[in-house]
T-cell receptor, first 114, second 114 residues
Framework: NAGVTQTPKFQVLKTGQSMTLQCAQDMNHNSMYWYRQDPGMGLRLIYYSASEGTTDKGEVPNGYNVSRLNKREFSLRLESAAPSQTSVYFC?????????????FGPGTRLLVL | AQTVTQSQPEMSVQEAETVTLSCTYDTSESDYYLFWYKQPPSRQMILVIRQEAYKQQNATENRFSVNFQKAAKSFSLKISDSQLGDAAMYFCAYGDNYGQNFVFGPGTRLSVLP
């Protein structure tokens, strides 16, 4: 039981390049989330998927797209990376979004955009 | 919009002593959820404690307990018998009852002195 896994662990991009961050969970959770964490700030929600087949914007969605590939997988895509997207990205999952069930987090992906 | 404030950017405690981390939040809702998450140097986000606002009783988990003051919109975390492994960033978080909003505070860095 791996919980929530994320790939890659670390990535360096040049401005304008694209990449996809992968996230998978093996807990049969319905809801999945993408957050970014910047120094001096808590985590901020980028996008979430309340259930398979649905996605919704969070607090800071600009510059990102997501895909809920199936119940297990939720990917985050940067189409044209910008230095402002340098951050640590966390994926999380929960049984459901309603009633704010506990979210379980992956280990994070550190992204540096030059 | 809901906000979460943690007024102590850094705290320190002597091993085996007790420390309290502060959190205040702003909401117009009557039902919601509050959380404390721990982030050690490994960056892994770990749930410490979860409180449902409609429950009067303060949540506890072993050495961790909260003081939930609903009228004051305050949700402090008390760590008893502090251990070296408690050293981490601690984030307070608010979640509404509809699964629409989940907001983290900026965090408090806790150091445990031997």
């Amino acid at each position: 039981n791996a919980g929530v896994t994320q790939t890659p662990k670390f990535q360096v991009l040049k401005t304008g390049q694209s990449m996809t961050l992968q996230c998978a969970q093996d807990m049969n959770h319905n809801s999945m989330y993408w957050y970014r964490q910047d120094p001096g700030m808590g985590l901020r929600l980028i996008y979430y998927s309340a259930s398979e087949g649905t996605t919704d914007k969070g607090e800071v969605p600009n510059g990102y797209n997501v895909s809920r590939l199936n119940k297990r997988e939720f990917s985050l895509r940067l189409e044209s990376a910008a230095p402002s997207q340098t951050s640590v990205y966390f994926c999380a999952s929960s049984v459901s979004r309603s009633r704010q069930e506990t979210q379980y987090f992956g280990p994070g992906t550190r992204l540096l955009v030059l | 919009a809901q906000t979460v404030t943690q007024s102590q950017p850094e705290m320190s405690v002597q091993e085996a002593e007790t420390v309290t981390l502060s959190c205040t939040y702003d909401t117009s809702e009557s039902d919601y959820y509050l959380f404390w998450y721990k982030q050690p140097p490994s960056r892994q986000m770990i749930l410490v404690i979860r409180q449902e606002a409609y429950k009067q009783q303060n949540a506890t988990e072993n050495r961790f307990s909260v003081n939930f003051q609903k009228a004051a919109k305050s949700f402090s975390l008390k760590i008893s018998d502090s251990q070296l492994g408690d050293a981490a960033m601690y984030f307070c978080a608010y979640g509404d009852n509809y699964g629409q909003n989940f907001v983290f505070g900026p965090g408090t860095r806790l150091s445990v002195l031997p």
